[in-house]
């Protein structure tokens, strides 16, 4: 369970428990058994160069094995089956002090400028060359006015609900103090590099033949060794529909596809694949790339213009009564645009707002609550899908609570760039028992859901997953 504690002002989340209740566990068949039909542990999709793969066209095919390759039925008996249980990489979710402490967060303030919001002005001390402090005012822009005056609003909310459940969690022992033995412990993390490059691969692959009018049935990741041309990854959904993990070779890297889990990889150009799927979804959770400054300066991933966003087809993916939730950034623009203009182009109907707040393993903020520059939260805006005409309900539909206003999801961050905490168990009371879930620019899988983005695998690589011991 993801939800270590549940109060009135929201949730406490453990995001590493959420992933390694997953099932990882690979079923590997070993000789002496098998060794005729040579299979192998990961089904793999193995494409050259992307070069080679572009100019090779429809002529090229790529063999896909399944690591549960079943013998003949003469040795069937005898084979082996080996459990490799993996996990995730527990020290990626050790943040154990804030990125920037109060303290030296309340000095910096001191040090280099006074602000006087209701001026709209802020007094700055610069060092000039020859070493003397002189003194400028800087007149606020609207954008920073309208981000001081929501952090003022929402503050209370954000500080008293996060108090609350950052003391239930150091009551029970979820969260710890920060002691000085665990400060001297804490090592910088290496993190594995994207050698892949997913989105890159996005890009390329739309100028393979004919990708665009492909109308092909999603690709399963069945039990049997399976023949797949080089089309198949980028113009099919992939489904695991078995009870355990399956692995994959792309590019030469290894990913793990959870049990019960399907994605698309491919970028905004190329979603016809999951249009084709003829299936539509009762809660559509989505992460855009919001295009900003530091994007821009860093050119670390793309990013999408407001139209662009705009022009996802929600309408056609969305089940009636659809809950609709945009992570949305503290920039104002962005929290205006999809209440104003994304949402109701899409027929959906505001219904909450609610914040992820995150803290470090010992409870603290991991930016200071008043930083004028960062801040500790994050917002997700919530919406339904409004219905056309008036469908009445069947004595068999399950009834579903109403969401609640100005909630709070409170948990430690992953270190990985943009890795969002789960909202399965969050959303549960308020969707169907058995409702299609739907992730739109993951860069992870989970069970029971399709995940959908040019990077939809980055965090299931291996290098991310530690193994432990197998078992027969």
């Known amino acids: 369970m993801s939800v270590v504690h549940q109060l009135s002002p929201g949730w406490l989340l453990d995001h590493l428990s959420f992933i390694n209740n997953i099932n990882y566990q690979l ?15 990961s089904v793999h999709f193995d494409f050259l160069q992307m070069d080679s793969l572009i100019s090779l066209g429809n002529s090229a095919t790529f063999i896909a094995f399944d690591s549960t390759t079943k013998p003949d039925n003469d040795a069937r008996g005898n084979c082996e089956i ?198 539509t979804y009762d809660v559509i959770v989505m992460d855009p790339p919001w295009q900003n400054k530091s994007v821009k300066r860093s050119n670390r991933y793309s990013y999408l213009s407001p139209l662009q966003i705009k022009q996802i087809p929600i309408p056609k993916l969305a089940a009636p009564n659809c809950l609709i939730i945009t992570w949305v950034t503290n920039r104002q623009k962005h929290l205006r645009f999809v209440k104003e203009e994304l949402y109701p182009s899409w027929s959906v109907e505001i219904v909450a707002e609610w914040h992820w707040v995150k803290i470090t393993n010992s409870g603290e903020f991991v930016f200071p609550l008043d930083s004028p520059h960062k801040k500790p939260y994050e917002g997700l805006i919530l919406g339904r899908v409004r219905e056309k005409t008036a469908v009445p309900l069947r004595s068999e539909d399950v009834k579903v609570l109403p969401i609640p206003d100005h909630k709070l999801i409170v948990s430690v961050p992953c270190t990985l760039h943009s890795h969002k905490p789960p909202l399965a168990e969050v959303l549960k009371d308020y969707i169907k028992p058995d409702g299609e879930c739907l992730e739109l620019f993951a860069r992870n899988l989970q069970p029971g859901w399709t995940s959908w983005g040019n990077e939809v695998l980055k965090f299931q690589h291996m290098d991310y997953f530690v193994a432990l011991q197998s078992r027969s």
Request: aromatic share 6%; charged share 25%.
């Open 27 to 41: 079923h590997q068949h070993h000789e002496p058994c098998c060794s005729k039909n040579e299979p192998t542990s």
């Open 82 to 279: 080996f459990i490799q249980r993996y996990v995730f990489r527990s020290e990626l979710f050790n943040v154990t002090k804030p990125y920037i402490t109060p303290v030296v967060h309340k000095e910096c303030q001191q040090r280099n400028e006074k602000e006087d919001p209701m001026d709209g002005i802020k007094e700055e001390n610069r060092i000039s060359i020859i070493g003397k402090k002189r003194k400028r005012c800087v007149v606020f822009n609207q954008g920073e006015l309208d981000a001081m005056e929501y952090h003022t609003k929402i503050r209370g909310l954000i500080l008293d609900g996060s108090s609350e459940l950052i003391q239930e969690g150091l009551k029970s022992g979820f969260l710890h103090p920060l002691s000085e033995k665990w400060d001297k412990c804490s090592e910088p993390i290496t993190l594995p590099l994207d050698t892949c490059n997913l989105s890159e691969l996005c890009t390329m692959a739309k100028h393979l033949p004919s990708l665009n009018e492909m109308d092909l049935q999603a690709l399963q990741l069945m039990e049997e060794d399976m023949s797949v041309t080089e089309q198949d990854l980028f113009s099919r959904v992939v489904e695991n529909n078995s009870s355990f993990t399956k692995m994959i070779t792309l590019m030469g890297q290894k990913y793990l596809v959870p049990p019960k889990s399907s994605f698309l990889l491919s970028d905004i150009s190329c979603m016809h694949p999951l249009l084709n799927c003829k299936k």
